[in-house]
């Protein structure tokens, strides 16, 4: 069951302590495009389907990445797609939306996503694994 658009900006809304729904949006859309590039197949399908459908176009139609980013480096380019962002706002917008999208996927669905990614993006996802 997918999350509704405005249920899924509000919490990342809320998460972010952003003023407005627009600065909320601004950072959906980019992590989840950065996102899209990262993972494949059936999980980022069963992810996009519990996205709103605005946001799980974009994961489906990602930003293209050459190279798996580590999670500093996927900090740093979400930096350089949002207007006015430093390394820290942008940690901040990706932990607000990856968190909210985790929550959104469950523990099983977000654990596959994790064994897709580099090391460290549990942080981000809000989801620090055990050792």
Known sequence: MA????????QV???????TTEEAE???RTVLALLGAHVVGQVRAELAAHLPEELALI????????????????VRATAAWIEGATEQTAAWDV??????AADAAGE????????QLPAGYDLLF???QRA
């Open 59 to 74: 994961l489906l139609n990602p930003l293209q990445a050459h190279e798996p980013l580590s999670p500093e480096r996927f």
């Open 3 to 10: 999350m509704r658009w405005e249920a899924f900006l509000d």
């Open 26 to 28: 601004r950072a959906a």
């Open 95 to 100: 932990g607000a939306v990856l968190s909210v």
């Open 126 to 128: 809000g989801r620090p």
């Open 13 to 19: 809304k809320e998460r972010g302590e952003y003023e």
């Open 108 to 115: 099983e669905l977000t654990r596959q996503l994790l064994l």
